[in-house]
């Protein structure tokens, strides 16, 4: 229980969280936010930059062992939520709300997913949410698995090795940027969510239009 308590007091205090919990505790949670309904609100982009980073600095962590870990837990998250969609099938869109679910989510990765069809399962890995649920929505589709684990293993590396690196050559460049890591982690908080946010304003743009039609 106490341990419990600990991991989600630390929850975002990435630092801290992976000087406690090393790759255990990153593994868990690049599992769950890429694989698992329920993982929507668990760090991602930030908490691989910070990885990076803490990494470079000659923290708990290797960037190698990093990389490796964080893949195959990438790769098996979003197999995960492709067999959860698989075979719950589109029931899974009547599903109630609550604190785990949001059928709005599923919703908007769903159109994600119209526009982008099958690569969706790679650009989704660098948006936030959407990564979370755009492997369900490719399971519900009954998108054949063969392809979309092509899709899922380049978008898994690709997602990690880019974070975790851009953390760990900041850190090697950049002198003391540990001691400035709230404002590293702000900065890709703010980015990562831009994708999200340019989809929101053409949504509510092209349904300005229809009204005006």
Known sequence: METIQHFFSNLYRFDELIRWG???VLVIIVFA???LLAGFFLPG?????????IAAVDGPVHIVWLNLFLSLAAVAG???GYWIGYYVGPRIFNREDSFFFHKNHLLRTQKFYDKYGAK???LARFVPIVRTFAPTVAGVGKMEYKRFLSYNVIGGISWVMSMTLAGYFLGQWVPHIEKQIHWVILVVIVLSFIPIIREL???????RSKEVL
């Open 201 to 207: 304003l053409v949504s509510k743009s092209e349904k």
């Open 33 to 35: 936010e890429t694989g």
């Open 22 to 24: 090393g790759y255990f």
């Open 45 to 53: 982009d930030s908490l691989l930059v910070t990885a990076g980073l």
């Open 120 to 122: 969706t399962i790679v």
């Open 78 to 80: 979003d197999t995960t």
